[in-house]
């Protein structure tokens, strides 16, 4: 049974910074391609940035290019979203999701097996 736990979340001035983190046990982390989506309310979930198994391949929406970053360490099982510029409209719950198969990242929540419980994050003008 994979699990994975977020934390990091916060209220920010809009323009600060937050890295959130998730943790995962239960599973073989290193072959999981990975993922951040967020959720406002009355909104529905929407795709933020993955990471492939390797690491060496990432996506992000357009609308965080330039200001997140994804990363991952599999020695600590723990990947991380960096992020920088906060603006109000980043204000969600952010949730990490795991792809077991690992070949490919998808923008699609369909695509993955194993979610976490979510980090609210808050940012205020």
């Known amino acids: 049974q994979v699990q994975l736990v977020e934390s990091g979340g916060g209220l920010v001035q809009a323009g600060a910074s937050l890295r959130l983190s998730c943790a995962a046990s239960?599973?073989?982390?290193?072959?999981?391609?990975l993922a951040w989506f967020r959720q406002g309310p009355g909104n529905e979930r929407e795709f933020v940035s993955a990471?492939?198994?390797?690491?060496?391949?990432?996506n992000y929406a357009d609308s965080v290019k330039g200001r997140f970053t994804i990363s991952r360490d599999n020695a600590k099982d723990t990947v991380y979203l960096q992020m920088n510029s906060l603006k109000p409209e980043d204000t969600a719950v952010y949730y990490c999701?795991?792809?077991?198969?690992?070949?490919?990242?998808?923008?699609?929540?369909?695509?993955?097996?194993?979610w976490g419980q979510g980090t609210q994050v808050t940012v205020f003008s």
């Open positions: 239960g599973g073989t982390f290193s072959r999981y391609a």
């Open positions: 999701a795991a792809d077991r198969r690992g070949i490919f990242i998808y923008v699609s929540s369909a695509h993955y097996d194993y």
């Open positions: 990471i492939s198994s390797s690491g060496g391949r990432t």
